[in-house]
C-alpha cells in the first residue's frame, strides 16, 4: 500500500503564493503519476494538476499560468507551487498517486488527507 502525506496549506492573501508537498511512502514496485485535486465547498472534487514518471504535465485551465507541478523522483515527492492566488483557489487539496504493487499488477489509487488552502480576498 501506499501512503501519502500532504503539507504546506494554511491562508494567505489574493496574491500570494503557497508550495505544497507529497511524500509518498509504503511498498510499491513504480508510482507511475501523482496529481493534485481539490474540493471546495458544495462542489465536487476536481483536478488541479498531473504530472507521469516521464514528467509530463497536465493542468487545469483555471491555474494555467499560476501553479506548476513538478516530481522528486528519488524522494517519491510531488511538489505544487502556487502563485497569484485568488480566493477562488480556497478548498482542500489533495494528493493523488497511481502506483503498481508489481510490474504486471494493475495500477491503484492513494489518496493523501487533504490540506487545506484559504485565500482571503
Known amino acids: 500500500q501506499v501512503q501519502l502525506v500532504e503539507s504546506g496549506g494554511g491562508l494567505v492573501q489574493a496574491g500570494g503564493s503557497l508550495r505544497l508537498s507529497c511524500a509518498a511512502s509504503g511498498s510499491f ?9 481539490r474540493q471546495a465547498p458544495g462542489r465536487q472534487r476536481e483536478s488541479v494538476a498531473l504530472i507521469n514518471d516521464s514528467g509530463s504535465t497536465n493542468y487545469a485551465e483555471s491555474v494555467k499560468g499560476r501553479f506548476t507541478i513538478s516530481r522528486d523522483g528519488a524522494k517519491n515527492t510531488v511538489y505544487l507551487q502556487m502563485n497569484s492566488l485568488k480566493p477562488e483557489d480556497t478548498a482542500v487539496y489533495y494528493c493523488n498517486g497511481r502506483w503498481r504493487r508489481t510490474n504486471w499488477s494493475p495500477i491503484l489509487d492513494s489518496w493523501g488527507q487533504g490540506t487545506q488552502v484559504t485565500v482571503s480576498s
Do not use: D, K, L, V
Open 29 to 37: 514496485f513504480s508510482i507511475n503519476a501523482m496529481g493534485w485535486y
